[in-house]
């Protein structure tokens, strides 16, 4: 599956914003799905993850309760919905793809990328 990611861009503290992620040449509702993000010196972590069927999520407590996670299986898609974005959310957004049903939290356990989409948040 290919994937790519797209709605990135400037934000303003407080603010509110939706990334997309885009499958190709396989069904993405066949994966699991997580985003991931990767500030400048920083490490890749996941920040949202999504089943197959969309029945279970998965979030870190950094972002619990500010971002959302959901599926769209006939526009073969998965969205991320990003509220009361902070500064430190400042960074490139990926998603990846699974074909594991369970959702894993590590980046090593996901097999297909996109190329990332930039999310900057300002003060």
């Known amino acids: 599956v290919q994937l790519v990611e797209s709605g990135g861009g400037l934000v303003q503290a407080g603010g509110s914003l939706r990334i997309s992620c885009v499958g190709s040449g396989r069904t993405i509702s066949s994966y699991t799905v997580g985003w991931f993000r990767q500030a400048p010196g920083k490490e890749r972590e996941i920040v949202a993850a999504i089943s197959w069927s969309g029945g279970r999520t998965y979030y870190p407590d950094s972002v619990k309760g500010r971002f959302t996670i959901s599926r769209d299986s006939a526009e073969n898609t998965v969205y991320l919905q990003m509220n009361s974005l902070k500064p430190e959310d400042t960074a490139v957004y990926y998603c990846?793809?699974?074909?594991?049903?369970?959702?894993?939290?590590?980046?090593?356990?996901?097999?297909?990328w996109g190329q990332g989409t930039l999310v900057t948040v300002s003060s």
């Open positions: 990846a793809a699974d074909p594991d049903p369970r959702i894993g939290a590590w980046s090593i356990s996901y097999d297909y």
